[in-house]
């Protein structure tokens, strides 16, 4: 890399930019408990110096990995959100496009797929640096079922959950309040939708419903509209999928 010219935060910038994007290679061959500074630095033709200048310890470099994993498809989630309210969509089909969008992007980046949402790496505990990046999709889904809601699509559920309270503060303000009756529990069956999506894509990135259904494509969008019944949202169906 040429960092004539370059000031010190440039020089850091493009050097972190080069260790992150070895580290991503590594994490398709190695899995992430390949991921050490030697191993980097070698994979990379880099100083172990150079790498440890920007990412000290193996954890610091797993962290901007899994920030840059969680903000990369919450962006991918937003766009598609974006586009699909441009054009006038409904809740439904605003919901069947992001998560069209999450799956498009766990299949096109696996490893960052499995770094986020795969088996606990060992020894590795996420910092709280990662809950803003990590709480871009539920934020989403949120914003979709708010839309729903304000808007009169949605089905009030034949019976709520019964029992105390169950939400933590930030999913109360994530959503922006406790709807009233009948909607009091819409925020914890929308936590039920978005554990249903993650699930899903884990059942098809990892090939366990390959053998099971014809296309996999068409059954992931059944599945998203069977999930949103669970909160009164009807999914548009027959669309076309990539």
């Known amino acids: 890399m040429d960092v004539s010219g370059m000031n010190s935060a440039d020089e850091n910038a493009g050097r972190?930019?080069?260790?992150?994007?070895?580290?991503?290679?590594l994490l398709v061959k190695l899995g992430a408990g390949g991921l050490t500074p030697d191993a980097v630095a070698q994979a990379g033709g880099l100083a172990v110096t150079d790498v440890?200048?920007?990412?000290?310890?193996?954890?610091?470099?797993?962290?901007?990995?899994?920030?840059?994993?969680?903000?990369?498809?919450g962006a991918a989630m937003e766009q598609a959100d974006q586009a699909a309210r441009d054009g006038g969509a409904s809740a439904g089909a605003r919901l069947l496009a992001v998560t069209r969008a999450l799956r498009q992007?766990?299949?096109?980046?696996?490893?960052?797929?499995?770094?986020?949402?795969?088996s606990p790496i060992p020894d590795y505990h996420a910092p709280q640096d990662t809950v803003p990046p990590a709480s871009r999709t539920p934020a989403v889904l949120a914003g979709i079922?708010?839309?729903?809601?304000?808007?009169?699509?949605?089905?009030a559920p034949r019976r709520a959950v019964a029992g105390p309270p169950l939400l933590l503060p930030e999913a109360v303000e994530l959503f922006g309040g406790v709807p009233e009756a009948p909607?009091?529990?819409?925020i914890e069956r929308g936590i039920v939708l978005w554990s249903s999506l993650i699930g899903l894509l884990v059942f098809q990135v990892f090939s366990r419903t390959h053998d099971s259904v014809r296309d996999e494509s068409a059954?992931?969008?059944?599945?998203?509209?069977?999930?949103?019944?669970?909160?009164?949202?009807?999914?548009?169906?027959?669309?076309?999928?990539?």
């Open 219 to 242: 059954f992931f969008d059944f599945a998203i509209a069977v999930a949103a019944e669970g909160i009164g949202l009807v999914v548009p169906l027959g669309e076309t999928t990539d």
């Open 105 to 118: 992007w766990s299949f096109d980046n696996t490893a960052e797929f499995t770094l986020i949402y795969g």
């Open 183 to 186: 909607f009091s529990d819409i």
């Open 16 to 25: 972190s930019a080069a260790v992150k994007a070895t580290a991503r290679q």
């Open 145 to 155: 079922v708010r839309s729903a809601l304000e808007a009169g699509e949605l089905t």
């Open 52 to 73: 440890e200048a920007v990412f000290p310890h193996r954890d610091d470099l797993l962290t901007a990995l899994v920030i840059d994993a969680y903000n990369e498809s």
